[in-house]
Structure formats: structure tokens, C-alpha cells
């Protein structure tokens, strides 16, 4: 296996990325308008030359938030996340936090986030569109 990660500015590879991983997937429409946002960030992990993850971040000066973040189910527990994530960290000035809102119903991925070193730093009541609850996690940059 060969794991790298690019940066990318193709809506439509996005989007479909993000079809395979996720139930809702955004469409090419919302990839494009994120991808004008200042500051907005997508890559994507590749093993042996496929598509396998995506990630969309915004930066905004010391902190960064992870818009979204997925892994295709066939080529989850490869590393594709971890790598993603060691990018972004590296991309933030000491001091500076990356966030992130997970579903409060799902555990698997709120263990992988503190195994990389983030931390529950608050909660939105009824986030999703299926009414259910996120988790704000947090990571800063040098401790």
C-alpha cells in the first residue's frame, strides 16, 4: 500500500468522494461554493493512486475547522484520516486549534479523534438534520 495526500480543487471528485462515504453526501454545487471560501483547504487520500478519503478544512488565521472528513468504507483503518489529519496539523502556527463536530451517536469516530489528540471542548444540541446532537472537538497546535 501507498498512502499520499494531495490537495485538491475538483468539485466533482469531491463530491463523489464524499458520496462513498458518507449516507448524504454533498453535491459539486456545495464543494464549489466552499472551495471560494478564503482560507478553504480540500485533500484527498490516495493508496496506490485511488481516491480513498477526503478532507475540507477553512483556516482563519490560528484556528482551523474541519468541514468534513471521510474515508471510503472499503479502505477504512489504512491510514487515510491520520494521514490527512498530520497534514492539517502541520499546516497550524503553535498555539493555534483545529476543531471539528462529530455526531454524539458515533463513537467509533469520536474514539479515533482522541486517539489523535483531540478533546471535547463543547456541544450543539440537535446539529444534524436528523435532529441529533455534535460534539465540538478540539486540537492545539504544540502540546
Known amino acids: 500500500m501507498n498512502l499520499s495526500v494531495a ?3 475538483d468539485p466533482d471528485l469531491l463530491a463523489a468522494l464524499h458520496a462513498a462515504c458518507f449516507d448524504t453526501g454533498w ?6 461554493e466552499l472551495l471560494t471560501m478564503p482560507g478553504t483547504t480540500a485533500v484527498v487520500a490516495l493508496i496506490d493512486s485511488h481516491p480513498v478519503g477526503l478532507m475540507l478544512t477553512r483556516l482563519v488565521l490560528d484556528e482551523a475547522e474541519i468541514l468534513t472528513i471521510g474515508t471510503r468504507t472499503d479502505s ?3 491510514g487515510a484520516a491520520t494521514a490527512m489529519l498530520a497534514l ?3 499546516r497550524l502556527p503553535d498555539g493555534g486549534t483545529l476543531y471539528l463536530e462529530v455526531s454524539a451517536g458515533n463513537e467509533a469516530a469520536q474514539c479515533f479523534y482522541r486517539t489523535q489528540g483531540f478533546r471535547l471542548t463543547g456541544h450543539r444540541k ?3 438534520r436528523d435532529g441529533s446532537d455534535a460534539l ?3 486540537w492545539q497546535a504544540g502540546t
Open 136 to 138: 465540538i472537538m478540539g
Open 76 to 78: 477504512r483503518r489504512k
Open 27 to 32: 453535491d459539486q454545487a456545495a464543494f464549489r
Open 126 to 128: 440537535a446539529y444534524y
Open 88 to 90: 492539517e496539523k502541520q
Open 7 to 9: 490537495e485538491i480543487r
